[in-house]
């Protein structure tokens, strides 16, 4: 089985497995405490925070250990809005930010900032989104489906030239190198470089206003309450060093074999968009979507080669809404594959899964068939009736009826599926047809698609 979706979880590190089984041996006791069990406690903990500290590159009472990397966003964009509520409570974001970032912004007023087809952020974005009351700016490191890397430094020296903190959420580059830029705040979770699950670091510079929310205690400064899990703490420190040890020589091997998997993939699979950035990205993350796929049936098809990678899809979501990090980029959200190799990953397990991944999206595609579409004719426009029908059904029917028409004719989709407000538009940039736009229908929305060649 090869395990290709470090980009949600890496596997445990040697190093993490190695300090979590020996710190469970010494770092039991309450490193408040001033007997010999705690001092030994304590020295653990202070050596973890130094740790950690030297690799994002900030002074160790600035870093906080915290239960999770969400809980860090949250904390973060808490206690810095909190601290900054003189002067307002407008926050930038970008359209991509992880989720955890999204839903802390719902409680204040926010500005997204839009992205390009890459999935990269403007600096000219966020200067043009800065106001008067903007109390803090936030843009993650680099994209968790997509890898796209964003150009942080610029952006932090526009926001401290305006006198904005900007958090940056560097779970997805941390293990990879330290964030440049004059950042203000930074978040980050362990299990992404190999580290265990259940640590989150938060690192505040000194000088950026900071008010903790939530009940006073007396632990990690007051930004994070609760006993320190300890043994998970100095595990997630030790991990982190020698992630960093290993990233230039790992980074180069990853960068080879997700280039040969953006390379061919579009030239063994048919209809395929490879998505994100083609040279400023993280090492091990690609990708894809397939025209005419169901995401979460490619997934269990690849499942079953033995492959466990990850989508974007809308189907593989319990909410059955696109990836609102897909659909800001306005590329295809249907049929979406994440690959993101784990340090170690080989070159013949890539080989196996470009031997393997034609056959599954050609089973996926064979399996959804491509359904007679109830297509009608109504004042010099076909009408493809696809109301009830979950994408890519709209997509593959709009595909079979779209030579049906004269150049210059105009086929309406009806459908009911959110996806289809971003895949149909994406199948006509695709297909070098032209969007329309659309209109309301009785049940659902008409997409309106004319055909050019």
Not at 21 to 32: F, H, I, K
Not at 39 to 46: N, V
Not at 71 to 79: L, P
Request: charged share 25%; net charge negative.
């Amino acid at each position: 089985m090869s395990y290709f979706d470090a980009a949600s979880s890496a596997p445990l590190h040697p190093v993490a497995r190695q300090a979590l089984l020996a710190s469970l041996d010494e770092g039991w006791a309450d490193p408040s405490r001033l007997y010999r069990e705690g001092r030994r406690a304590r020295l653990l903990l202070d050596a973890a925070r130094e740790a950690a500290a030297e690799a994002v590159g900030c002074r160790a009472d600035e870093l906080t250990f915290t239960s999770s990397g969400t809980r860090a966003v949250h904390s973060g964009m808490a206690g810095a809005l909190a601290g900054r509520r003189r002067v307002g409570r407008h926050l930038i974001v970008s359209a991509v930010e992880h989720s955890s970032v999204l839903h802390s912004a719902e409680l204040f007023e926010v500005t997204e900032v839009p992205v390009s087809r890459t999935g990269a952020v403007s600096p000219q974005a966020y200067v043009d989104a800065l106001r008067p009351d903007t109390a803090l700016a936030c843009l993650q490191s680099a994209n968790h489906e997509v890898g796209t890397v964003q150009p942080v430094a610029e952006v932090a020296a526009v926001c401290r030239q305006a006198g904005v903190p900007l958090l940056v959420d560097a779970a997805q580059s941390l293990g990879w190198g330290p964030v440049e830029g004059e950042w203000s705040l930074l978040t980050a979770s362990a299990h992404k470089w190999g580290g265990p699950s259940g640590v989150g670091l938060l690192a505040v510079r000194k000088g950026v206003r900071f008010s903790p929310q939530g009940p006073a205690d007396e632990r990690e400064s007051g930004r994070a309450p609760g006993f320190e899990n300890l043994p998970a703490i100095v595990a997630a420190a030790a991990s982190l060093r020698a992630a960093r040890a290993e990233a230039a020589q790992e980074a180069v091997r990853l960068r080879e074999l997700t280039a040969r998997i953006r390379a061919r993939v579009p030239r063994l699979v048919p209809d395929v968009d490879v998505v994100g950035d083609p040279e400023k990205r993280l090492p091990g993350i690609v990708t894809f979507s397939c025209l005419y796929v169901d995401g979460e049936t490619l997934l269990h098809e690849l499942d079953r080669e033995g492959f466990s990678v990850s989508s974007g899809s809308s189907c593989t979501s319990s909410t059955l809404t696109p990836s609102h990090v897909l659909k800001a980029m306005g590329v295809l959200s249907e049929g979406n594959v994440r690959v993101s190799l784990p340090r170690g990953t080989t070159s013949e397990e890539v080989e196996r899964f470009l031997e393997v991944l034609p056959g599954a999206v050609a089973a996926v595609r064979e399996k959804l068939g491509a359904p007679t579409p109830s297509a009608v004719v109504r004042d010099d426009s076909l009408v493809v009736d696809a109301l009830g029908k979950r994408c890519p059904i709209p997509v593959i029917e709009l595909a079979k009826v779209i030579g049906d028409v004269p150049v210059g004719g105009t086929v309406r989709v009806l459908s009911d599926d959110e996806a289809a407000r971003l895949d149909i538009p994406a199948w006509c940039e695709m297909r070098e047809q032209e969007y329309v736009g659309e209109e309301p229908a009785d049940n659902g929305t008409a997409y309106v698609i004319r055909r050019i060649r």
